[in-house]
Structure formats: C-alpha cells, structure tokens
C-alpha cells in the first residue's frame, strides 16, 4: 500500500507559515534542493490543498521556460508537469485539469482507494490545512520535515490543537545542512 508522506518546513517551535502565511523565514540552498529532488523525483503523486495548488500551479509548469531558470527550476518545472497531482479542494470547479484529480468529498474514503493503487509514496506538499485534516483522520502515514533554525512564536502550526495522540518513529534518514536546517524523516506507528 502507498503512503501518503507530508513534506513541511517547520520553525523550531512547531509553526509551518507565520501568522499570515509568510514563509520568508524558511532556508533552502542548492544542497536541499538537490537533496530534494532526488528523493521527489522518485515520487509520481503530489498532493496539495487548493491554496497551495494555484499558487504552485501559477509558477511551475512554465518556471523552465524562463530565461534566468535556475538548475532547481528546471529540474522541479519538469518533475511538476509530469507527476499525477491530487488536490483537496470543497470550491474548486472538477474541470479536466491535465493530470490532475480534485477530491471534494469523501476525503478518507477518496485518499484510502488513491494508497491503494500502484505507485510510489504520495507526498503532500506544504498545504497546512490539508495536512490538519488529514492528521485529524489518520491518514497520514510519514512526516518529512525540514527544521528551520529560527522560532516564530506564533503563525500557523503542523498540528492542530486537540489531537489524538500519535506514536512516530524516527527514519534514519536524517541529515544536517550547512544552513542550519535538520532533516527529520517519522513514521507513524500504527502499532
């Protein structure tokens, strides 16, 4: 079964966006871009909430074409147009989006018949909204965090206040950057 694996940057004291959705604080480099996307490039499903969606789809699909298109632009525009996009959205219209499923109801039952399928894992980018709903019904199977160095003292957080409690396992796949950030890889426990 495939699992579905959020990839967050995270400040060091929980927080994925600051108090409104600023993400001006978070470090990446060529040395996680590359980290990144070899592990991405393996990947053939993204999932985003509808904001995270538009504002991806907005500057993907055409970042390789532009003239001062860095490695990282060209190498993600790629994998972005041709990985299978899901996105979680009540509003959005199901117009024929090229490679693109839009789930607006029944999420669990939707996301669970998704795992199913053959494939790799299923890596939930950013979308915080997505991510609390999807921690709130256990379906979330790994998180993959990028640990910033900085403490924002308030903004939006991973989880949500409220939740059940979750047992996580740490991968051995954790890595330091020369920037500052930490790489922690968990997976939920089911046990």
Request: glycine share 6%; hydrophobic share 35%; charged share 25%.
């Amino acid at each position: 079964m495939r699992k579905i694996i959020s990839f967050m940057h995270i400040s060091l004291d929980g927080f994925v966006a600051g108090p409104t959705g600023e993400m001006d604080w978070i470090k990446v480099d060529q040395e996680i871009f590359d980290h990144v996307g070899k592990r991405i490039s393996e990947g053939d499903t993204a999932l985003y909430g509808r904001v995270t969606y538009e504002m991806m789809e907005s500057y993907w699909p055409t970042a390789a074409d532009k003239p001062n298109a860095t490695k990282h632009d060209i190498e993600h525009s790629r994998w972005y147009k041709k990985v299978h996009k899901v996105v979680l959205s009540r509003t959005m219209e199901d117009v024929d989006l090229p490679n693109t499923t839009i789930i607006s109801d029944n999420l669990s039952d939707r996301l669970n018949q998704i795992k199913q399928e053959s494939g790799n894992e299923i890596l939930l980018f950013g979308s915080p909204k997505a991510t609390h709903s999807l921690t709130q019904q256990n379906l979330i199977d790994g998180y993959w965090l990028f640990v910033n160095p900085v403490i924002l003292g308030q903004g939006i957080p991973l989880f949500v206040k409220n939740q059940e409690k979750t047992k996580l396992k740490l991968l051995p796949a954790t890595r330091q950057f020369s920037c500052g950030v930490t790489e922690l890889n968990y997976e939920v426990d089911r046990k």
